[in-house]
């Protein structure tokens, strides 16, 4: 059984599964943590490494980390001179490829 599974039969009675839920959510976010340690960074001039450590020097952040409903939140932070736009012209494009596969559940 995956951890969206045993999540489903966690949550119908989520106050009785309290502790059994915060302690899913702890271990996801464990091996979350344990598993990526690598940005994959393309097209972005002036960083030229595919793969950026998460603990880089260029002010690239990322987090990911499950909530007590067992939902991803994924945030990303880049300095803007990376994006090579002016404060008048702001447009992005962020692609976020990966399969449940490959997330440590």
């Known amino acids: ?14 106050v009785a599964n309290k502790s059994k839920i915060d302690s899913l959510m702890i271990s996801l976010n464990n091996k979350c943590a344990d598993a990526y340690k690598e940005i994959k960074v393309d097209g972005i001039k002036g960083i030229e490494d ?7 020097t260029l002010g690239i952040k990322v987090m990911v980390l499950f909530d007590n409903k067992i939902a991803l939140t994924y945030e990303l932070a880049i300095p803007l001179k990376y994006l090579h736009i002016s404060a008048n012209h702001f447009k992005y494009n962020i692609r976020l490829n990966s399969a449940r596969s490959h997330w440590p559940l």
């Open 1 to 14: 059984m995956n951890a969206y599974q045993y999540f489903g039969k966690l949550k119908t009675d989520t």
């Open 50 to 56: 595919p793969g950026l450590s998460i603990y880089n």
